[in-house]
C-alpha cells in the first residue's frame, strides 16, 4: 500500500470509499477499506469530514452503520485521552493479568513467529508504515496475551511505524486487547487468522481450539524478549523567517490541516518538539511522511525546537493553534478541532454508549 502526500490524492482517497462494500469486508486483509487514517491521524482531514462524505452517498445510516461506528471509534479514543490524559498511558481499568515481562518478544520486532500473516503483516507495517486493523489485534493478541509482555512496550514499537501512530487509538486498542482496558484479553487462533488472511498454516503455536487456547502456556518461541531503544531522526534545526507583524499558525504532529485558517495572512510553522518525540517516537518514514505532508500547507517552515523556545526566539503578535492533548503547554487562541458529532463530548465508559449519543445528536 502506498500514501500519497499531495492533497488531491488524499481527497480522491475520500472519494473512493465504498461503504457497503467496506461494511462486509473490513476484517479481512484484502477487504475495501479505505486507508484514510495516516492522513486522519496526521490531522490532514477529520472523521467529520470522511463522515459528512460518506453520509451524502445516498445510503440509510443502518446500511453503513459499521463505518459509520469506526469512524465514531476514532473520536471515541481521541475523547477518553483528553479526559484521561497521562492517564492512558497506564492500565486504565484492570491490571494485566498474567505480565511476565515489559518487554517485547523478540519473533514480533524481527517478523520471525512463523505465521505468515503476521510475519508479512510486520514486514509490510516496515515497508509502507500501515498495518490492517485485524492484524494490529492479531499481533497485540499475541505479545500480550501468549507472550506476556506488557503492553506498553509492544504498543510503542507499533506507534513508532506507523504513519497514522494516535497515541490514543494505538494504546487504548492495545489496552483493549491485553484486558486492561476490557472485560477479557483477546486473542485469535490460527483457524481465525488463516479466514481473514486468506492463509493455510498449519502446525503454528496458535493452530488450536478456542477451548485450549486460553489455557496456553507461553509458548516457547515468544519467551525471548528484548529492550528497544526507539529515538526519532528529527531534521537539523534552520533559522526560520518570521514576519514579526504577522500572527503564527503554529501546525504540529497532530495538526497538517491545509484549510485550517486558510484565508487569513499569516506565519506558518510546524514545530517539532524534541520533548513530545521524546515522549512518543517516531521513525523516520513517519518523520518524512509528516514533512510532506507539511508541503501541502503554503509557506509553511519547520521548527525543529519546543514551543517555549519558539516563542522566546520570535517575535509575532498572536499564535493560533489546534486544540490537542499534546499541547496544553501552548499559549495563544486555541481552536477546536472538527468532531463527528461536536457535543457529544465527555469520557463514556463503552464506545456504545458514546455511540448512541453520537446518534441521538446526529438524528441517525
Ligand atoms: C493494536 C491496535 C493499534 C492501533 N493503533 C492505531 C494507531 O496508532 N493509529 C490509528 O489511527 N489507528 C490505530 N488503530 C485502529 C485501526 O487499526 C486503524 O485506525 C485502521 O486500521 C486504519 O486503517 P484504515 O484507515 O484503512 O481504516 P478503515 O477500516 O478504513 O476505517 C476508516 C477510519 O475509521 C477509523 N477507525 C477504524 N477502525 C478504528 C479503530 N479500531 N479504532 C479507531 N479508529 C478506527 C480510522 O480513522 C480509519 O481511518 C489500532 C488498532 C489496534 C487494534
Known amino acids: 500500500m502506498n500514501f500519497p502526500t499531495d492533497y488531491d490524492s488524499i481527497l480522491k482517497r475520500i472519494q473512493e470509499i465504498e461503504p457497503v462494500a467496506y461494511c ?33 452517498l445516498g ?82 493478541g499475541i505479545a500480550c496475551n501468549l507472550g506476556k509482555n506488557h503492553w506498553k512496550l509492544p504498543a510503542q514499537w507499533m506507534y513508532y511505524h506507523l504513519l497514522d501512530a494516535d497515541w490514543a487509538s494505538n494504546v487504548l486498542s492495545w489496552q483493549w486487547v491485553a484486558g486492561t482496558n476490557s472485560n477479557k484479553q483477546y486473542i485469535a487462533n490460527q483457524e481465525n487468522i488463516n479466514k481473514y488472511c486468506k492463509t493455510s498454516d498449519k502446525g503454528t503455536f496458535l493452530d488450536i481450539p478456542y477451548e485450549v487456547l486460553g489455557e496456553l502456556e507461553q509458548p516457547q518461541i515468544l519467551k525471548p524478549t528484548q529492550k528497544l531503544e526507539l529515538k526519532t531522526p528529527l531534521p537539523q534545526k534552520k533559522e526560520l523567517e518570521v514576519n514579526e507583524n504577522l500572527p503564527t ?68 503578535p498572536q499564535i493560533y493553534f489546534k486544540e490537542h492533548p499534546t499541547n496544553t503547554h501552548f499559549r495563544g487562541i486555541e481552536d477546536s478541532r472538527d468532531w463527528i458529532a461536536p457535543e457529544v463530548q465527555g469520557d463514556f465508559r463503552s464506545f456504545f454508549g458514546f455511540w448512541k449519543k453520537v446518534k441521538k445528536s446526529l438524528k441517525l
Request: net charge negative.
Open 249 to 316: 499558525a503554529v501546525y504540529t504532529f497532530y495538526n497538517l490541516d491545509p484549510n485550517w485558517r486558510k484565508e487569513m495572512e499569516m506565519n506558518r510553522v510546524l514545530i517539532l518538539e524534541p520533548s513530545f518525540f521524546e515522549k512518543y517516537p517516531s521513525s523516520q518514514k513517519v518523520i518524512d511522511f509528516v514533512l510532506d505532508l507539511t508541503k501541502n500547507i503554503p509557506n509553511c517552515q519547520v521548527f525543529v525546537g519546543e514551543f517555549d523556545e519558539f516563542v522566546s526566539s520570535y517575535s509575532t
Open 24 to 56: 462486509k469486508s473490513r476484517n479481512f486483509l484484502d477487504g475495501k477499506v479505505t486507508y484514510l487514517s495516516p492522513y486522519i491521524s496526521r490531522g490532514v482531514i477529520s472523521t467529520k469530514k470522511v463522515f459528512d462524505h460518506v453520509m451524502t
Open 59 to 140: 445510503f440509510k445510516p443502518y446500511q453503513i452503520e459499521k463505518m459509520l461506528q469506526e469512524l465514531a471509534w476514532r473520536d471515541y479514543w481521541q475523547q477518553s485521552w483528553m479526559q484521561k490524559k497521562v492517564g492512558i498511558d497506564h492500565d486504565i481499568r484492570n491490571p494485566q493479568n498474567g505480565v511476565t515481562s515489559h518487554e517485547i518478544s523478540t519473533v514480533l520486532v524481527e517478523a520471525k513467529t512463523d505465521i505468515t500473516a503476521i510475519d508479512q503483516g510486520i514486514e509490510e507495517l516496515y515497508e509502507s508504515g500501515y498495518m490492517h486493523n485485524h492484524l494490529r489485534m492479531y499481533t497485540a
